[in-house]
């Protein structure tokens, strides 16, 4: 059960309807700058090291000690 031609339609209607034909493109272009941000921002967190350091302590560390 995936999405046919007549769902991508249906979609495509309700949104010239609702925010019409001038502003679709922008709208279009924001939701495709916030996935990119959003993918962007998800691939960095995979490359921040996050592993203790070696003798310090975190703010967090020392809270959970108390």
Do not use: Y
């Not at 279009?28 to 959003?38: C, E, L, M, P, T």
């Amino acid at each position: 059960m995936g999405i046919s031609i007549q769902h991508i339609l249906v979609v495509l209607v309700v949104g010239l309807v609702l925010f019409g034909a001038k502003r679709l493109p922008e709208v279009g272009s924001a939701i495709g700058k916030a996935i990119r941000n959003f993918k962007q921002a998800t691939s960095e967190l995979d490359e921040t090291d996050i592993s203790p350091s070696s003798g310090k302590k975190d703010k967090q560390d020392v809270s959970r000690e108390s």
